[in-house]
């Protein structure tokens, strides 16, 4: 899926040229993109006020990136599903994974389905580093750091473990469930980032699938309405339904708060 630009942008003719208007002065970058090709990045390029800046960007046919997803036992995972960020030269020697590239760059290079024998092809990527992310019904999902030569790679066996599912239930001080909290991973005390991993239903029931078989779980309800206690630390697997406890926010209203102060006020006359 192409995403559409937010930037001043241009769509070229049948001879391949293109004119892009209202560039701010100062160094620029330009993106070429072309549905069934990898993108294709100039270097920075000085636009002067009231000048023209030439550049010439060459879309080249993509290559591919095969693999084979299986579970512990070597048995095919199919319909498995596969996704590929390109990792920009600048960051290709840093720690990277998908959820950050995702984060970066929005919509992966390409996407792709395990066939009946696991086998899965993406293309079209352009040469270069990418993070890896595969996920399945059932699985823990993993992301994987591979590198693409304009020939085409192949990273070969991927397997997937079996996940864990977690059942639990968010309650009030009164034992009551609560509906509609987020339930969220805390990755330090205290401290809880990203998106929520479930969201509790009428009755304040809430399920995690495809967690780790072992470690740990810091576990903390939110919401816009309830105070959260201290997160439940969970060891994988549960031995059972996990209970977070809240406490119901209370609101003061200009009402009661003036209603207050007047009944102080004749107690002490």
Request: proline share 7%; no cysteine; glycine share 12%.
């Amino acid at each position: 899926m192409l995403m559409r630009p937010l930037l001043p942008a241009a769509v070229s003719g049948a001879d391949g040229r293109f004119a892009v208007a209202d560039l701010v002065p100062g160094p620029q970058r330009f993106t070429a993109l072309k549905t069934g090709l990898p993108e294709a990045d100039s270097d920075a390029l000085e636009a002067a006020a009231g000048g023209t800046v030439a550049v010439t960007l060459t879309l080249a046919p993509g290559a591919s990136l095969a693999l084979t997803v299986q579970d512990p036992d070597g048995r095919a995972i199919a319909g498995a599903t596969a996704k590929a960020w390109m990792v920009p030269a600048s960051r290709a020697d840093e720690p990277r994974s998908a959820t950050s590239m995702r984060e970066r760059g929005g919509e992966p290079a390409a996407t792709g389905t395990a066939a009946a024998d696991g086998s899965v092809r993406l293309s079209p990527l352009a040469p270069g580093a990418v993070a890896l992310e595969l996920a399945a019904p059932g699985y823990v999902s993993r992301t994987i750091d591979a590198t693409v030569t304009a020939a085409g790679s192949d990273v070969g066996v991927q397997v997937l473990e079996p996940g864990v599912e977690v059942l639990g239930r968010v309650v009030d001080e009164t034992g009551n469930g609560v509906a509609e909290v987020n339930v969220m991973v805390e990755d330090m005390p205290g401290m809880a980032f990203g998106d929520s991993v479930a969201r509790t239903d009428a009755a304040g029931n809430f399920t995690i699938a495809d967690r780790p078989r072992g470690g740990e779980l810091r576990l903390v309800a939110r919401g816009e309405k309830v105070v959260p206690a201290a997160a439940v630390v969970v060891r994988m697997p549960p031995d059972g339904p996990v209970e977070l406890r809240v406490r119901r926010a209370r609101a003061l209203t200009a009402g009661s708060s003036t209603s207050a102060t007047a009944s102080r006020s004749r107690g002490r006359g």
